[in-house]
């Protein structure tokens, strides 16, 4: 069995690791770890993966090896890797902007790489992640990545010039959806609904309404106007939204996402 290794342990590395365990009958003794936080690293020993003093040391040590740091990290990570990298490492990249050219040239190394977009509800297996593998990976460890994030979750390939898109649709999106979760228990809660109940209510409507996109063979222009009664709630509600060009704050969020990501992989 080929092993993985992981620079970083954080909360998307835990959730990667454990949706792997779990596809492995809760074994970790295939799972490499590195991170400089030593509590982070005692947890991931309870769980049965092999704890190593460097990143250098995981990647020896490791077939295929996640990159789980921050972007503004990469650079100074992967200088430190080039003595011990060949084409046989296949590396995946989790970070926002970060292309895989920018990882091949950072180690000085044609490496296979798959440059993924996770999100948080991986850590709930209710996950949804962007792939895009470089040309040079094998069938093999192509398949392994896929089934590292698709055991938590959906996935889907997206071709690498719209990975920077793809992070304001499935990356960073979560956050947009709790706001507006937010804002609708805060005002059931300033009208004397209790705060719990509300957002209990919001969460199942959410869940709901995105069954429904995906099930009901329906578009999202023809769901909406299935709800819109003329003259009734959701029509008032609709036109406030449109009166503060909801529709369009939306995209422009998304937009500054995009260009953000841009940014950070300069």
């Known amino acids: 069995m080929k092993k993985i290794g992981f620079i970083g342990a954080g909360n998307m590395a835990t959730a990667i690791i454990k949706g792997l365990m779990a596809q492995n009958n809760n074994n970790a003794d295939f799972i490499n770890v590195f991170d400089v936080n030593q509590e982070k690293c005692e947890f991931m020993q309870s769980l049965g993966a092999n704890i190593f003093e460097s990143s250098i040391n995981v990647v020896e040590n490791s077939d295929i090896i996640v990159l789980a740091v921050k972007p503004q990290n990469y650079l100074e990570v992967l200088e430190q890797l080039r003595t011990v990298v060949d084409e046989n490492k296949t590396f995946v990249s989790i970070a926002a902007g970060i292309s895989i050219a920018y990882v091949q040239n950072a180690l000085n190394c044609k490496c296979p790489v798959v440059r993924v977009m996770p999100n948080t509800p991986l850590l709930l297996k209710k996950g949804a992640s962007a792939l895009c593998p470089s040309e040079n990976i094998s069938e093999e460890d192509k398949k392994i990545v896929y089934d590292m994030f698709a055991g938590s979750g959906v996935c889907e390939y997206i071709s690498e010039e719209h990975m920077n898109e793809i992070i304001s649709v499935n990356g960073s999106s979560p956050a947009y959806i709790y706001l507006f979760a937010k804002a609708m228990a805060d005002y ?79």
């Open 188 to 266: 059931a809660q300033a009208h004397g609904i209790e705060y719990d109940r509300a957002m209990n209510l919001v969460c199942a409507t959410l869940e709901g309404s995105a069954a429904m996109l995906r099930e009901s063979g329906d578009s999202a222009d023809v769901l909406i106007e299935k709800v819109s009664s003329k003259g009734g709630t959701t029509i008032a509600a609709l036109e406030k939204l449109r009166e503060h060009n909801f529709y369009e704050a939306v995209q422009d969020a998304m937009d500054a996402c995009t260009k953000r990501a841009e940014e950070l992989g300069k």
